[in-house]
Every structure is written in C-alpha cells, then in structure tokens.
C-alpha cells in the first residue's frame, strides 16, 4: 500500500503534487506511529503494572576515591599534599530536546567510559517511552537497589522517580536554549510530527504558524507539545498554562532548588567550564565535536518580528530561559570573568587542535558524504539535513580510538555501549525502505 502510494506521489508533480505528496506522506506517518507506537507499548514494556518495591537508595555511587589518584600539587615548601577535589561521577543529565544535547552526551560518554562508570539506560530504544513521565522500571536490567552514576537519555523529568534510582550525592545537570531558535529548530525537525502542521498552507509553514499560531495549534494534538513551551514540558511541568501563573514561577523555583548546574548552549563553552569547577572534572574532559549540526541552508533565519512572535507564543520558555541566564552570569562573576576567558580560550584552543588531528577537511560534511556508516548521523523526517565528519585516514592507534569516539553520533555509540535498540533502528529501516 506505501509504495502503491509513494510512486503515485512520486509521479505527480508541481505544486498539486507536492500536496498530495506531503498529504500522502503525513498518512503513511500516522499509520506507522501509531502501530509503532503500539507495538512499542506490548512488546517492550511488559512491567507497566508491575510495582517495584521501595529499597532506600546508596548515599554514592563513586567507586572508592583512591581509585582515582587525586593530584599531586607540589606546594611552596616542595611537599606534596593531595588534592581534595575528587571528579563527582554521579550524574543525572537532563537531555532537553534541540538543546545540543547530543554533543554533551558525547561528553559524557567518554567521561563514563574513562571512569567505568554504570549508565542507567532505556531498553531498545534511545529514550525513556518520551513523552510518557521516567519510571524506573525502564532502566534497562533495573533491579532496586541496584547502583548507576549517570542517566542522561531523553525523559520526561519525574523528580521522585529518578531520585529512586540514582544515589543521594547526584548532581543534577541540564541545558537550556534561547526559546526562538529552539523553536525554529523544533519546527523543522518534528513539525511534521505533529498532524495539526499539515493543514498550514505554503512553503514557509513557519512563518504562516508564527502569524497564525492559535488558528492551527491544537493543545491536545499528537505530538504538539513538541511546538509550545517545549523546554518546561521536558521538565514534566505543564506547558500550557498562561505565563503569569503562579505553578510558572513554582516551576522555576523547583528546577533552580533541584539542578545544580543550568547550562545554556548560546555560551557552550562557558558552560562546559562552569561543569569542570563545579564537578571537579580536567580539561580533557571536555574536549567536544558539535554533533548533529544542521546544514546552514535549512536554518532559517528568523526576522526581529517573528523572533518576537516566536518568544511570545513560547513565554513560559523564555521566562524560564532568562531566569537561568541570570543565575548563570551570576555564577561566571563568582568564577570570574577574566578566569573563564582564560579557560574558554584554551578549550577553544584545544577543540581546534583535536580537529585539526581527527576531522578529515578539519570541517562537517553533508550525509551524502560521510563514507563510514558509523559516522552517518540520525536525520528528520523527510531530508537528510543533519551534517556529520569523515574520520581522518592514517591515524595514530592512540588518537584514532578517541577521535572514533569523539565523532561518533549518539546512535551508534549508544550501541556501542551495550544498548539494543531495535525499536529505533527498525523505525530508521521503515524510513530507508519509503526513502522518506
Ligand atoms: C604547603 O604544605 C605545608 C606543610 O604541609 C603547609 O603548612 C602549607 O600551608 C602548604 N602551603 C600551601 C600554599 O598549600
Ligand atoms: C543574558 O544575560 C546577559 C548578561 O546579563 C545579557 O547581556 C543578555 O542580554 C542576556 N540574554 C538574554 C537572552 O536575556
């Protein structure tokens, strides 16, 4: 029946046919999410009404500290003294979503390898059945009392279920963006998720939503949380309330008492540093490759008027945006701001000469051009716009194992860490198959 329809798609042409195109492609979708959907809920959550018992969990999951060799700083009277800071390896990541998210959890990948650190990770798929509240019984191989340092795949946040799970000393990490270009960057990549988008008419359904938002959003929609306040539904608080809601400023006050750190991607750097002094982490780990950038051509740029529109149809975003962009400057004077230009220039230093080391062409390339399968990134529905990198040939062994892993999208290193999933790999067949 899909190839029925696809060639017939494929055989009309002009502006009519691309109507029916999309109009045939958003029935083949919705047909497909929903038996994936279903398929997903009888197969591989066999435990939904399955209660686990209560076991109080570990004060820390750190193995013991001596494992770690703490440095040896030589001090004025040339003795030596160890270092108290010890690296914190207990870590709940709070993965928003258009966040860069996936370039931190290359972070923490590595950073986990190095240390034998144990993830608590979904089973079969690369989330927690998103968009459904995180319970414990997802975690693959979960059994109470069981110990893991870092969970960091995408969820739906449910504070008292992950405080279950993860030890006391956790700290508790996320990242935030600018909510206009979150937005845009949502639109593009699950807009045709969502079936409200497929009536807007034109080409540039951005522009027409942004002027028209409540002629076409529907609250209660497949997948619309997607394109309102998207950052505070990630957080498991309601994105639909008005933004001069009192359970607004409690939200903020709940995420700001539980995170410790509050990263925002417009300062990645900065932030990464921030990481370091507040976990106690070296350099080293914080060497990154943006991962899943999109091809210049496919951002648009938006106007000061739609950028206005943009914020103001996501308010409670940019209300909790700009409350973390002040802790976060508060936190920068704390470290002090010549200290940080300091340390964002070396790591900056340090990335240009790892990319100079690893990437072939020292810049990202499109799908089309990527030769190992391994290094082919994710892409949206519907286009191949995400770039990714050509390894280097003729590396050295020590720098091609972490240059591999440094460019590896989250996908494959997620299978590379012992994740089977099938649920997405089967999804991205279907899509190979309709060639969508
Ligand atoms: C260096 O070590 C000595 C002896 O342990 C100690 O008294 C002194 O305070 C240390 N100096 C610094 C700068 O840490
Ligand atoms: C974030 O804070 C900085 C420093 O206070 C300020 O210059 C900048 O305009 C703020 N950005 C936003 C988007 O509010």
């Known amino acids: ?9 494929r055989t009309m042409t002009g502006k009519q046919g691309r109507q029916w195109r999309s109009m045939c492609k958003g029935l ?5 999410l929903t038996s994936c959907m279903i398929l997903v809920y009888c197969v591989s959550n066999p435990q939904v009404h399955f209660s686990v018992p209560e076991v109080p969990v570990p004060y820390s999951c750190a193995h013991r500290p001596s494992q770690f060799h703490p440095k040896l700083i030589k001090n004025s009277s040339e003795k030596y003294t160890a270092h108290p800071c010890v690296p914190k390896v207990d870590i709940m990541f709070l993965k ?3 966040t860069a998210s996936s370039t931190f959890l290359n972070i923490l990948f590595r950073f986990g390898e190095k240390h034998r650190l144990k993830f608590a990770f979904p089973d079969s798929r690369n989330d927690f059945f998103y968009p ?8 693959k191989d979960y059994k109470p009392g069981m110990c893991f340092n870092i969970i960091c795949n995408h969820m739906r946040f449910n504070a008292p279920e992950v405080a279950k799970l993860l030890p006391v000393d956790t700290s508790y990490i996320t990242i935030l963006r600018d909510p206009a270009e979150l937005f845009e960057s949502s639109f593009h990549y699950f807009g045709r998720l969502a079936p409200f988008t497929w009536k807007i008419p034109g080409d540039d359904k951005l522009t027409e939503f942004l002027l028209h938002p409540h002629e076409y959003f529907d609250p209660g929609g497949f997948n619309s949380y997607y394109l309102k306040n998207l950052l505070f539904f990630d957080f498991g608080l309601d994105n639909s309330l008005e933004v001069d809601d009192p359970q607004v400023e409690e939200g903020i006050r709940f ?7 509050v990263m925002l991607v417009e300062y990645f750097e900065e932030s990464l540093i921030l990481l370091k002094d507040a976990l106690c982490w070296e350099m080293d780990d914080l060497l990154f490759f943006k991962l899943n950038a999109r091809k210049g051509s496919t951002v648009s740029k938006l106007t000061p008027e739609l950028r206005a529109r943009a914020l103001e149809w996501n308010a409670i975003d940019w209300k909790l945006y700009q409350h973390f962009n002040q802790t976060f400057w508060k936190k920068v ?8 230009a300091a340390d964002v220039a070396e790591l900056k230093k340090r990335n240009k000469e790892m990319a100079s080391i690893c990437i072939e062409g020292g810049h990202p390339v499109e799908a089309a051009s990527i030769q190992e399968t391994d290094m082919q990134p994710w892409q949206p529905i519907g286009e191949k716009s995400i770039m990714g990198y050509n390894l280097k040939k003729n590396l050295d062994k020590a720098h091609w194992k972490l240059c591999r892993k440094m460019l ?9 860490l012992g994740v089977n999933l099938w649920i997405t790999k ?6 190979d198959i309709i060639n969508w």
Do not use: N
């Open 1 to 9: 029946m899909f190839s029925g329809c696809l060639s017939f798609c």
């Open 28 to 32: 083949i979708l919705g047909t497909l």
């Open 96 to 98: 928003t979503h258009k």
């Open 132 to 139: 459904s509240f995180f319970q414990r019984s997802q975690v």
């Open 255 to 261: 995420i700001s008492d539980r995170f410790q750190l």
């Open 333 to 340: 004077d704390a470290y002090g701001r010549q200290r940080m």
């Open 408 to 416: 590896m999208p989250e996908i494959q290193y997620l299978t590379e």
């Open 426 to 431: 089967l999804w991205g067949h279907v899509r």
